[in-house]
T-cell receptor, first 112, second 115 residues
Framework: QKEVEQNSGPLSVPEGAIASLNCTYS??????FFWYRQYSGKSPELIMF????GDKEDGRFTAQLNKASQYVSLLIRDSQPSDSATYLC????????????FGTGTQLKVEL | DAGVIQSPRHEVTEMGQEVTLRCKPI?????LFWYRQTMMRGLELLIY????????DSGMPEDRFSAKMPNASFSTLKIQPSEPRDSAVYFC?????????????FGSGTRLTVV
């Protein structure tokens, strides 16, 4: 079992819709969770982080964490074509120091 | 701040040659990470440093790979000898100690092609 798993996609949504991206992790002691966006040919950039169970909102983005079920999700409201990218979930594994373990990413396509 | 700076952006080399990738972290950041990204395996952590000291090199694939951080503003990742399976994008990232909430800042990456 991979430590961090994501559906590779592509996930296609129409412009203006809500995109829902999911991530599961295997280590119950995981403490912090991150979402990165990576455009083709570019480096990953941090969108959001979440530590506590529940929802965290930042503009059009909402991160959701459920530690009991070991999943974290990212909702993108009012999706725009500029949101088309690969979204990487990253987890700080308990006892892993400051290192992050990344999933392989979900490709999102927002269609006009 | 100029961000994390990596060089070269692209490197094409022949199998068996030595390759050196370079990274300058953000000033003041005391953690530095080297990742490798491929389509099949995604982002894999190779090694990371704290205050110039290697903390975890368990991700280094084999003895052909080595990394150094001689000072707070410079790190290298060396592959000797290089092999075609080393072809990937290599990212350097830096972060502040104890401030994991800010995540990492990645450099632009080095695309390595070994032919």
């Amino acid at each position: 079992q991979k430590e961090v798993e994501q559906n590779s996609g592509p996930l296609s949504v129409p412009e203006g819709a809500i995109a829902s991206l999911n991530c599961t992790y295997s280590d119950r002691g995981s403490q912090s969770f991150f979402w990165y966006r990576q455009y083709s040919g570019k480096s990953p950039e941090l969108i959001m982080f979440i530590y506590s169970n529940g929802d965290k909102e930042d503009g059009r983005f909402t991160a959701q964490l459920n530690k009991a079920s070991q999943y974290v999700s990212l909702l993108i409201r009012d999706s725009q074509p500029s949101d088309s990218a690969t979204y990487l979930c990253a987890v700080n594994i308990a006892g892993g120091g400051n290192k992050l373990t990344f999933g392989t990413g979900t490709q999102l396509k927002v269609e006009l | 701040d100029a961000g994390v700076i990596q060089s070269p952006r692209h490197e094409v080399t022949e199998m068996g040659q030595e390759v050196t990738l370079r990274c300058k972290p953000i000033s003041g950041h005391d953690y530095l990470f080297w990742y490798r990204q491929t389509m099949m395996r995604g982002l894999e952590l190779l090694i990371y440093f704290n205050n110039n000291v290697p903390i975890d090199d368990s991700g280094m694939p084999e003895d052909r790979f080595s990394a150094k951080m001689p000072n707070a503003s410079f790190s290298t990742l060396k592959i000797q000898p290089s092999e075609p399976r080393d072809s990937a994008v290599y990212f350097c990232a830096s972060s502040l100690s104890g401030v994991l909430s800010y995540g990492y800042t990645f450099g632009s990456g080095t695309r390595l092609t070994v032919v």
